[in-house]
């Protein structure tokens, strides 16, 4: 029973950022760019970059992992600049959401954020995927989150709508 619950907290948890993730994905898509913002278990047998390399379709041989020992301050910088960027053209007809103009309230939910991805996921180690290749319209990053038993992989991307649509 104690194995099912913490199952259902860790996938619960998961749920949980996986929709606040996809809301500010939302928020910061525009006419021009699409934004993607997702945590997905990978399950794909092999090393650990391999699978990773193949839950995405990169076959790239510069794929690599990047051990990220200091995680949660790599995460919150990088959830700052892409969770963000929206605030930058928004109205202030969004009330709620305008607060986090604040680097202080900012600063707040990112923290949140890290907290929730340590009760949930409690990585043994997480690192940074690099040598990907991706087109010029594009931006990506990707964090592996090590658990006991699972690997999680933090998505974050951008691309240009144009490109996407020839896709």
């Known amino acids: ?8 907290d860790r996938h619960f948890a998961v749920g949980v950022l996986s929709g606040v993730l996809e809301t500010f994905a939302r928020f910061n898509t525009t006419a021009v760019t699409r934004y993607a913002f997702r945590l997905e278990e990978v399950r794909a047998p092999g090393e650990l970059a391999e699978a990773v390399g193949s839950h995405y379709g990169q076959t790239s041989p510069d794929l690599s992992l990047l051990l990220v020992p ?7 910088g990088s959830l700052r600049k892409w969770l963000f960027g ?8 969004l009330p709620g959401i305008m607060s986090l103009r604040s680097e202080d309230a900012q600063q707040v939910f990112i923290a949140d954020l890290i907290y929730r991805f340590e009760t949930a996921l409690t990585p043994a180690r997480v690192h940074l995927v690099t040598g990907e290749s991706f087109p010029a319209t594009e931006r990506q ?4 989150f090590e658990t006991d038993n699972a690997v999680w ?5 951008s691309a240009s709508q144009e490109a996407e649509s020839r896709d």
Do not use: C, G, I, N
């Not at 029973?1 to 259902?8: C, G, N, P, Q, S």
């Not at 990053?141 to 592996?144: D, I, P, S």
């Open 86 to 93: 929206f605030l930058d053209t928004a109205e202030d007809s």
């Open 1 to 8: 029973m104690d194995t099912e619950r913490t199952l259902f």
């Open 70 to 76: 200091q995680w949660p301050a790599e995460l919150a």
């Open 153 to 157: 992989v933090l998505y974050l991307r």
């Open 141 to 144: 990053e990707k964090f592996v």
